[in-house]
């Protein structure tokens, strides 16, 4: 990164106001969370797929001393699909902006301060052997593939969504035209119930598309026919991007959410003849 990509905004569960600064980071760093209004005990949170410890209602890391930071799958998504990967991520609470509910905002703060190229050079996850992890009817695989692809499928019994498959080629530039601005989804008898047990505090029309029965509830409708399976495909990069470095193959995701994702991303560390570490040259690493 140039120099610091500063923002502010509402936890979607705590409903608390954080700011948030994604500051440049040495090579080798990659992205390591700060909760700088944390002063007893370490603060830091390096990413990493053994720091999820929670993935119910989005993707929640901590460190040895309990210090967390939840929802955080939106800003990682934006972060890799901009090539980023070394940044500082402070922040003031405990739950980062939820800000629309999509990445976009994500993705055009960091465009603006824009990234530099670092001496080291860029690592990928090549993926040279298919895992799997399955749950029932859910499915989440990654394949080989000399790119980074992205299929995901969805039913609902609500008519709002039904079902729904995406199946892209993704990059930084595919990230943008498609799947950025698609938005989180919720159910108002969801939303209601989770108000009662004192989360969704946040959550409004204004970051999420709130669906009841067969409608969609918000007065301006829906950004794309498709934003349901969009969305999903957008969370899944950011939950494979704890992983620490961009992957090279194919994610296909079948009914599945964080906890499935996470449990992939788990599956393939503990299977390390299932992948490998490699660098495309002359691709170098990008700090904020």
């Avoid at 972060?79 to 902006?97: F, I, K, R, T």
């Avoid at 050079?121 to 695989?141: C, L, S």
């Avoid at 039904?162 to 938005?183: H, I, K, P, S, T």
Wanted: with cysteine; hydrophobic share 45%.
């Amino acid at each position: 990164m140039q120099g610091p990509a500063i923002f502010a905004g509402v936890g979607v569960h705590t409903g608390a106001h954080t700011r948030v600064s994604v500051r440049p980071a040495p090579a080798d760093t990659g992205i390591v969370f700060v909760r700088v209004d944390v002063a007893d005990r370490d603060n830091r949170i390096p990413v990493s797929g053994e720091a999820v410890v929670k993935t119910q209602l989005g993707t929640v890391i901590a460190n040895a001393e309990g210090v967390s930071v939840s929802t955080i799958e939106h800003l990682m998504a934006a972060l890799v699909m901009s090539g980023v990967d070394n940044a500082v991520v402070e922040l003031d609470g405990p739950e980062m902006p939820i800000m629309d509910g999509s990445a976009l905002p994500f993705v055009q703060i960091l465009d603006r301060v824009g990234v530099r190229q670092q001496e080291a050079p860029r690592r990928y996850i090549e993926i040279v052997d298919t895992i799997e992890v399955t749950d029932g009817d859910k499915r989440a695989t990654l394949r080989p593939s000399d790119r980074f692809e992205v299929a995901f499928e969805i039913a609902f019994g609500s008519a709002a969504i039904g079902r729904q498959a995406v199946d892209l080629v993704m990059d930084g530039q595919a990230f943008r035209d498609e799947l950025a601005d698609c938005r989180t989804f919720g159910f108002l008898h969801e939303v209601e119930y989770l108000r009662s047990i004192g989360l969704a505090r946040g959550g409004s029309m204004e970051n999420a598309v709130v669906i009841e029965g067969d409608r969609i509830l918000n007065p301006e409708g829906l950004r794309r026919p498709d934003e349901f399976v969009r969305h999903k495909a957008l969370d899944a990069i950011g939950d494979l991007y704890v992983l620490g470095a961009p992957i090279l193959g194919r994610f296909e995701g079948v009914l599945a959410g964080h906890g499935i994702n996470n449990e992939l991303v788990r599956a393939l560390l503990a299977n390390p003849g299932s992948w490998r570490l490699r660098t495309l040259v002359p691709d170098l690493a990008q700090a904020v």
